[in-house]
């Protein structure tokens, strides 16, 4: 299985400032079809898990164009260019490259 | 809009077994595969399985040890997951989601409660 760790666990960040997540996967995320299968979700309280960006760096509509997502093979990040209050929650990237899909442990993030 | 909404939980004992359901709606359904991924208490998302579009291709995590097995019906617009021989350690919410690769929906989660 594809394992993910992801650093922080926790971020506890001011308000207009920057965040960033690191993920590492334990094998390549990219595809013999030139695509890589990386994606962020992020859970906020009392609701189900929602997609921020899709195969590395794609931002699904309707999502803030602060966070981005960057990154190749096995090295990706989450990064939030000024954060907001609404961004807490915990963050969480994900593998389907092949089954089984695997999650990162979840970085927190928090409001100072 | 894509809506999905899972059924079927509740309070259960140990060694028994409980169907779930995800009914869905707004978009075509026997265009998608489905997953179903649980989030047990003071713990992170924890993939359960995974079905294709036309039902042919299923996985399930192997540490359920052939315990759940995920199906559809398509002419129903519905999703299952059939769980047995329950454990206190299968407790969680367990949400559908849409999309083989990109999980790009997710319902807004059933409780499964397995206790004596």
């Known amino acids: 299985d594809i394992v993910m760790t992801q650093t922080p666990l926790s971020l506890s960040v001011t308000p207009g400032q920057p965040a960033s997540i690191s993920c590492k996967s334990s094998?390549?995320?990219?595809?013999?079809?030139?695509?890589?299968?990386l994606y962020w979700h992020v859970q906020k309280s009392g609701q189900p898990p929602q997609l921020l960006i899709y195969?590395?760096?794609n931002r699904l509509s309707g999502v803030a164009d602060r966070f981005s997502g960057s990154g190749s093979g096995t090295d990706f990040t989450l990064k939030v260019s000024r954060v907001e209050a609404e961004d807490v929650g915990v963050y969480y990237c994900?593998?389907?490259?092949?089954?089984?899909?695997?999650f990162g442990q979840g970085t927190r993030l928090e409001i100072k | 809009q894509v809506q999905l909404v899972e059924s079927g939980g509740g309070v259960v004992q140990p060694g028994k077994s409980l169907r779930l359901s995800c009914s869905a709606s707004?978009?075509?359904?026997?265009?998608?595969?489905f997953h179903w991924v649980r989030h047990a208490p003071g713990k992170g998302l924890e993939w359960v399985a995974v079905?294709?579009?036309?039902?042919?291709?299923?996985y399930s995590a192997d540490s359920l040890r052939g315990r759940f097995i995920i199906s559809r019906d398509n002419s129903k617009n519905t999703l299952y997951l059939q769980m047995n021989s329950l454990r206190d350690e299968d407790t969680a919410i367990y949400y559908c989601?849409?999309?083989?690769?990109?999980?790009?929906?997710w319902g807004q989660g059933i409780l499964v409660t397995v206790s004596s």
């Open positions: 195969e590395v760096s």
């Open positions: 094998q390549t995320l990219l595809h013999s079809d030139g695509k890589t299968y």
């Open positions: 079905i294709s579009s036309d039902g042919d291709k299923k």
């Open positions: 994900m593998q389907s490259i092949q089954p089984p899909i695997t």
């Open positions: 707004g978009f075509t359904f026997n265009n998608f595969g």
């Open positions: 989601a849409k999309g083989m690769r990109n999980l790009d929906s």
